[in-house]
């Protein structure tokens, strides 16, 4: 019994142990945890996308500026305008399939669901220089509508997928947060362990050596227990020690004999401060013994045994027997260097842009708002460079790298101590300018930045020309936070790009101004919709050979409450880029269905022709709004009239020719719209015959001047009437025109000359053929409401 009495006293220090050694080995379990997390979200942060995204809106920006050019007049523009539309197709197509299946961000899935559209919508600018050079006057506008709806879906796109890689950087940030609170924990554990070991270590050599008049049995145990914890704590990584009142070693582990390099022999006897060289460590064991307690975890850089610098996590806990003063100390000494290292190695990956090593954006707009909360005057610089697309797509990405840093290094070279260069993305840069003394000091680093990256680039032996685009805000004055000072250095830069290569904008209030004035537009458009101000004014038709009324074509107008008449070619655009396309083809349909509707029950006949967008061809929505429009107004399909331009050939002919023959089979009549300015296939002409075929009014305006344009007239009238469509001549307004036309053999005719378009009343107010008007009844009007 007197044996079974001592085995659980003497088997005390082992479950010290066990239990010391459980706690390390779960600190280290949840490090590890933590930092295969870590690394899941720091892969999660880098989501494709985005710099695709950027670059198509960037291309976007580029094509409007190129048919700008091509409307001023500018050579080489016709060529530029097509080779920008290359270029925005391809980064579509970039964006389309992105890195595979192996990102699948809700985000970047949903872009690329809505890029069919996209692709709808660049296809109206394709045509643009043949068309402008080949004598249409509304190319131009028809390009600038399409690029800039483009423009806008694009930006909505770039700045959700934006919003979704900071989120990522975000997650990245906390889970490193929680990184270190894993290593916190972990260390705790590992040095808690650590602590127990040596405590119960120490206790066991006192004892052993305060009671050599016991029985050998009880010094034997004391010896195994003794040899067993020495096992534990020289297989610990941790560096431990213990020490008496004076500081003077007693115990020292395996770890810390190599640390200093020496052995435990040579270290016993010895005064801590004395190894160490660090007064602080003297001063911890005081305090130890003093306060009775665990010291608080504290760094401190020692000289490792390889002669670098070390970062070490220290405490130190007092240890007494029960019912009496402290008599040592127990000293935990962890050497957390490689830890620290990747803690930064962390931080920088997620703060610096892994090609160029510049703050990347996250980091940039942390220092940008901390520039700005610090007061004085902020310069920001948006940097894009011109031609780095070209030299991407005809050299290869390599090259495109190659282009990339020795733009930064001549950036770097441009900028002075305390100024912040960062890359916010593909081929677009930012600078930070703090505490300048006023804006000329801006526009000097802007200029010194464009004339750096304005000299050609020794790349892969060749001379590559290239540019930079800047565009700047100040602050304070426009803007307190970074949100604000990066949208208005965007808007100059967008205005940048607009003037040509190599130029530098500095936001004003005007362009501002301009920037609300689109908005106000837009919001005002949809206001517009809601309160039933678009109305139609109708254009009557007359059959040539007589001048008999032959019906008329619904065009939408707009009154604006402050502005005024505003044309179509200015609303409907705003109207598309607020996202009110299909809202708007609906509530036009409906007006001038009813309209039609209504003179049918008051016994007039009057066809009308209602214009549709290409984007609804293409898309396919076209035939489920007529429908639409037809069981709300009762409208009769045969006495409606569908005009469509050319450019729904242009890039997805096959979609277009479906979607004109689901409308032929509604019943609806088919007018195709400008004739002679696109790029209309006599194939398609042929497989989906129109009942009316519109010659623009381009043509119109040389008949009696040229004989020339005369006998392409003739030429399009026997084309049309091969394929069993009537000619419909546009913009007929003088006798000499509407002469040729007759004799020519058009068969129907509209414009200033014989009708403008006029209100519903005043329509009905025409002569009319009896065909038209079946009774002397008065017609109803209406309301575009």
């Known amino acids: 019994m007197a044996m079974s009495g001592r085995w659980p006293r003497s088997t005390i220090p082992l479950i010290g142990a066990f239990l010391a050694a459980l706690v390390f080995v779960a600190s280290l379990a949840i490090s590890a945890r933590q930092l295969s997390s870590h690394a899941a979200l720091q892969a999660a942060e880098h989501r494709v996308g985005v710099w695709e995204s950027s670059q198509a809106l960037l291309e976007a920006a580029r094509l409007g500026t190129e048919i700008e050019r091509l409307a001023a007049g500018r050579p080489g523009a016709a060529r530029a305008v097509t080779l920008r539309y290359e270029i925005l197709w391809s980064r579509l197509v970039s964006l389309q399939e992105g890195d595979g299946e192996r990102h699948r961000s809700p985000t970047l899935l949903a872009v690329r669901a809505g890029l069919p559209a996209f692709f709808e919508i660049l296809a109206r600018a394709e045509s643009v220089a043949a068309e402008h050079l080949g004598g249409d ?111 003077r070693f007693v115990l020292a582990n395996a770890a810390l004999a190599r640390f200093h390099r020496t052995s435990e022999a040579a270290l016993l006897g010895r005064g801590i401060t004395e190894v160490t ?267 040539l050979s007589d001048l008999t009324f032959s019906g008329c074509e619904a065009l939408l107008r707009w009154t604006h409450g402050t502005r005024g008449n505003i044309p179509p070619g200015v609303f409907v655009p705003a109207a598309e880029r607020a996202g009110l396309s299909v809202r708007l083809a609906r509530y036009t349909l409906e007006i001038a269905l009813r309209q039609q509707r209504a003179w049918e029950a008051e016994g007039l006949d009057i066809p009308v022709a209602v214009n549709l967008s290409a984007r609804h061809i293409v898309s396919g929505q076209a035939p489920e709004l007529l429908r639409d429009a037809l069981a709300a107004t009762g409208c009769r399909a045969d006495r409606i009239e569908i005009e469509v331009t050319e450019d729904v050939f242009i890039r997805d002919p096959e979609a277009a020719a479906a979607t004109l023959a689901k409308l032929r089979e509604i019943g609806v009549k088919l007018a195709l719209d400008d004739f002679g300015t696109g790029y209309a296939s006599l194939g398609y002409l042929q497989q989906l015959p129109f009942d009316v075929i519109k010659l623009d009014r381009s043509f119109v305006a040389g008949l009696g001047a040229s004989t020339r344009t005369e006998r392409i007239v003739d030429a399009v009238s026997r084309i049309a009437h091969g394929l069993g469509a009537r000619l419909v001549a546009e913009g007929v307004e003088s006798a000499v025109q509407l002469a040729r036309l007759r004799d020519i053999g058009c068969d129907e005719g509209q414009g200033y000359l014989l009708g403008r378009p006029m209100a519903p009343e005043a329509l009905v107010r025409l002569p009319m053929p009896s065909a038209a008007r079946h009774d002397g009844a008065e017609p109803t009007l209406i309301p575009a409401a």
């Open 277 to 543: 060289g660090a007064e602080e460590e003297g001063a911890d064991i005081a305090a130890a013994l003093a306060g009775g307690t665990q010291l608080p975890f504290r760094e401190e850089t020692a000289i490792g045994p390889d002669g670098a610098p070390r970062t070490l996590l220290i405490t130190a806990a007092p240890v007494a027997d029960p019912g009496a003063p402290a008599s040592a100390v127990v000293r935990i000494g962890l050497d957390i260097s490689r830890r620290k290292e990747a803690e930064e190695q962390i931080r920088y990956m997620a703060e610096h842009d892994s090609l160029t090593g510049l703050a990347n954006r996250l980091l940039f707009t942390r220092r940008l708002n901390h520039a700005l909360v610090a007061g004085g005057m902020v310069a920001l610089h948006l940097i894009d460079l011109d031609d780095f697309k070209d030299v991407n797509d005809t050299m290869g990405h390599a090259a495109g790298d190659a282009l990339l840093m020795a733009a930064t290094s001549r950036m770097r070279a441009c900028l002075k101590p305390g100024d912040m260069l960062a890359r916010l993305g593909g081929d677009e840069f930012a600078v930070v300018q703090v505490g300048i003394a006023g804006v000329k000091e801006a526009d000097a680093a802007a200029a010194r930045i464009v004339r750096a990256l304005g000299a050609p680039y020794a790349i892969d032996g060749a001379s590559v020309p290239a540019g930079a685009s800047v565009g700047i805000a100040i602050g304070p004055g426009d803007g307190v936070d970074g949100p604000t000072m990066l949208q208005r250095a965007d808007i100059a830069l967008y205005r940048a790009k607009a003037a040509g290569r190599g130029q530098v904008r500095r936001f004003s209030t005007a362009m501002a101004a301009a920037l609300m004035d689109q908005k106000r537009l837009e919001s005002d458009v949809q206001q517009a919709l809601e309160r039933g101000e678009l109305h139609f004014a109708y254009q009557p038709k007359f059959r």
């Open 137 to 247: 006057p509304t190319a131009i506008s028809r390009g600038q509508e399409a690029v800039g709806t483009l423009a806008l879906r694009l930006g909505e796109a770039n700045r959700a997928l934006q919003h979704d890689q900071r989120l990522g950087a975000e997650e990245a940030a906390e889970g490193l947060r929680r990184l270190h609170g894993a290593f916190a924990v972990s260390l705790v554990g590992l040095i808690t362990s650590a602590t127990v070991l040596t405590a119960l270590l120490y206790l066991l050599w006192r004892r052993a050596s305060g009671a050599l008049h016991h029985a050998e049995a009880a010094q034997a145990r004391a010896g195994r227990s003794e040899q067993l914890l020495r096992v534990v704590v020289d297989a610990l990584p941790v560096m431990v020690s213990a020490h008496d009142r004076q500081g």
